[in-house]
């Protein structure tokens, strides 16, 4: 289910490689009455590319050009360069502006950004391929896209991103940026580094036996896809990321000991304990990922107050609860109002309740 967004007449999308350009097909193809879409790029041609591909409808030469009179900005460029291009993008936009990001890493940001028009944003998809030339209409389908909001986001900044993503075909998420980051470690920045040491190991073994090893198993095809990933992108995400993806080496450092202590030990029985646990995480994330069953309505009763809308959605998000969608009903005197969520599944539903009223808030089916 992707809900209809509210018709954006202009959206800005500073940085139109292989996530910006499909930020600009998709929102061409699925997005309400979009007006008009610009794009910048500092690289030579590509905003130009962009154009012809027709993920964008005009290049634009600046930043500021872009996003000037824009009602939603994406900044999808290297994440060394995102707190400058947003600060420079927040001076130009108006005050009902959205401004977010798609970078790898959110702590960094989301610290140095204090300004409640901007989200931080991170959708998980991508390839090994990059480049404008690769972008696809289709590549956020049914991926996550989190959010991360704070006490400063307004409710109805964070109803039209968390709406605008969706529209993308993403399923948005709020999450806390420290706890963002901590995953992200994990199950993004960690699996790379992986890749590159193995394949280091791998070229080294059949380097020794003068290239005479021709044949590699789709296991070791499946690990490395991401082996030598653009090397000027890699170095800012495991820079800014860098307090999360040590501890995390550190502990598959750990685990790899284990293995080896129990190979040279000659300790089957340790083996098959070790094998049989990485069999039932793995059960448990693949079992994360299953969404199903109808979608049900929750209506929120909230005082209009700046930080309640993220609070209850970094809850959510924090307690694993998808939001399908979400929609604003302010009263009439504007000091208090409603907030719908649909979420998935019965299970989904009756979490949300008691997590919300857990926070203080009148919550009931609707």
């Not at 170095?235 to 190979?263: G, K, M, T």
């Not at 969404?291 to 959605?313: D, F, K, M, Y």
């Amino acid at each position: 289910m992707h809900a209809e967004p509210t018709p954006t007449s202009r959206i800005a999308i500073i940085g139109v490689g292989l996530i910006g350009g499909s930020i600009g097909l998709a929102a061409h193809s699925r997005v309400a009455d979009v007006g008009e879409i610009v794009g910048f790029d500092p690289a030579p041609g590509v905003a130009e590319a962009a154009v012809k591909l027709g993920a964008i409808d005009r290049a634009a030469a600046t930043i500021e050009e872009a996003a000037r009179g824009a009602e939603i900005i994406v900044l999808a460029s290297p994440v060394a360069t995102l707190v400058e291009n947003a600060r420079i993008a927040l001076d130009c936009a108006g005050p009902e502006a959205v401004i977010t990001d798609v970078g790898s890493t959110k702590r960094e940001i989301v610290a140095a950004i204090d300004d409640p028009r901007f989200i931080g944003g991170h959708p998980i998809a991508g390839a090994e391929t990059a480049g404008v030339e690769h972008a696809r209409e289709d590549l956020f389908e049914d991926s996550t896209w989190f959010v991360t909001p704070t006490p400063n986001t307004t409710g109805t900044g964070l109803e039209r991103l968390m709406r605008f993503t969706n529209a993308l075909g993403a399923q948005p998420h709020a999450v806390d940026a420290a706890d963002h980051d901590r995953l992200l470690a994990d199950v993004s920045h960690l699996p790379h580094v992986l890749a590159n040491a193995l394949v280091t190991q791998a070229a080294g073994t059949i380097n020794a036996e003068d290239g005479r090893v021709t044949v590699v198993g789709p296991s070791f095809r499946d690990a490395t896809r991401v082996a030598g990933a653009n090397s000027s992108i890699w170095r800012d995400i495991y820079l800014s990321n860098h307090d999360a993806l040590v501890p995390a080496i550190d502990s598959v450092i750990n685990s790899l000991a284990e293995f080896r202590d129990a190979l040279k030990e000659g300790d089957g029985d340790r083996i098959v304990e070790l094998n049989e646990r990485a069999k039932t995480d793995r059960q448990s994330l693949l079992e994360q990922d299953l969404v199903g069953g109808e979608v049900h309505e929750l209506r929120v009763s909230v005082p209009n107050q700046p930080g309640v809308l993220a609070n209850i959605t970094l809850a959510l998000g924090k307690a694993g609860v998808n939001i399908v969608d979400m929609a604003l009903y302010p009263a009439a005197d504007m000091r208090s109002g409603a907030i719908s969520l649909w979420v998935p599944g019965e299970e989904a539903a009756a979490k949300t309740e008691a997590l919300i009223a857990d926070l203080g808030f009148p919550v009931a089916r609707a």
